[in-house]
């Protein structure tokens, strides 16, 4: 398997450029999210999906959409690039334990992205 | 609202020191928790992790985590550290449901 795959690896936009992160994931895992990492912020959760079809805002979704046509992908777009979304984000897929409650995460490689 | 404090954002220790890194977290009901590392250009992943039973939680390469639950904490201890576990420690706290709430990280560096 090749678990979490996140293209592109670096990426820098221009404000107001749009651009979309792709992640996908080969374990047939139900749950998938976005974090973004920023120095002494730790990982917020931006957006998530608990299956195909379903999506839900994190902490920090303002500028950003998803969707899930499949289990597989889980892509995140920038509409309209800001520098404040100069960040590190991550693409993380876990699935459903058999008491209801979400397991480990499983982390993508993840992409750097810078806004000028 | 809920939140996960790490004592430390950057420690630097000699090899063959001990290691304690404290995270406190806020949530008064059951919590899942988590150590996760990320290595220097690597992905998150999983050192340890606690769900019930056994407070005290063995995890990979030597690491370990004790939970307590009076003081809302689970702070992760290695006895003697390795260079190679120079990287970003992250503790995680899953109050129900779906999110993980992340704290700020520790950066350890751990002198040869």
């Known amino acids: 398997n090749a678990g979490v795959t996140q293209t592109p690896k670096f990426q820098v936009l221009k404000t107001g450029q749009s651009m979309t992160l792709q992640c996908a994931q080969d374990?047939?895992?139900?749950?998938m999210s976005w974090y973004r990492q920023d120095p002494g912020m730790g990982l917020r959760l931006i957006h998530y999906?608990?299956?195909?079809?379903?999506?839900d805002q994190g902490e920090v979704p303002n500028g950003y959409n998803v969707s899930r046509s499949t289990t597989e992908d889980f892509p995140l777009r920038l509409l309209s690039a800001a520098p404040s979304q100069t960040s590190v984000y991550f693409c993380?897929?876990?699935?459903?334990?058999?008491?209801?409650?979400?397991?480990?995460?499983?982390f993508g490689p993840g992409t750097r992205l810078t806004v000028l | 609202a809920q939140s996960v404090s790490q004592h430390n954002h950057h420690v630097i220790l000699s090899e063959a020191a001990s290691l304690e890194l404290g995270c406190n977290y806020s949530?008064?009901?059951?919590?899942?928790l988590f150590w996760y590392v990320q290595y220097p250009g690597q992905h998150l992943q999983l050192l340890l992790k606690?769900?019930?039973?056994?407070?005290l939680v063995k995890g990979i390469k030597g690491f370990e985590a004790e939970f307590i639950k009076s003081k809302f904490s689970f702070n992760l201890r290695k006895p003697s550290v390795q260079w190679s576990d120079t990287a970003e420690y992250f503790c995680?706290?899953?109050?129900?449901?779906?999110?993980?709430?992340f704290g700020a990280g520790t950066r350890l560096f751990v002198k040869a």
């Open positions: 993380a897929s876990s699935y459903k334990s058999a008491g209801g409650p979400t397991d480990t995460q499983y």
């Open positions: 374990m047939n895992h139900e749950y």
């Open positions: 999906s608990v299956g195909a079809g379903i999506t």
């Open positions: 949530y008064g009901g059951t919590v899942n």
């Open positions: 606690y769900f019930s039973g056994d407070p």
């Open positions: 995680a706290v899953k109050p129900g449901g779906f999110k993980t709430i």
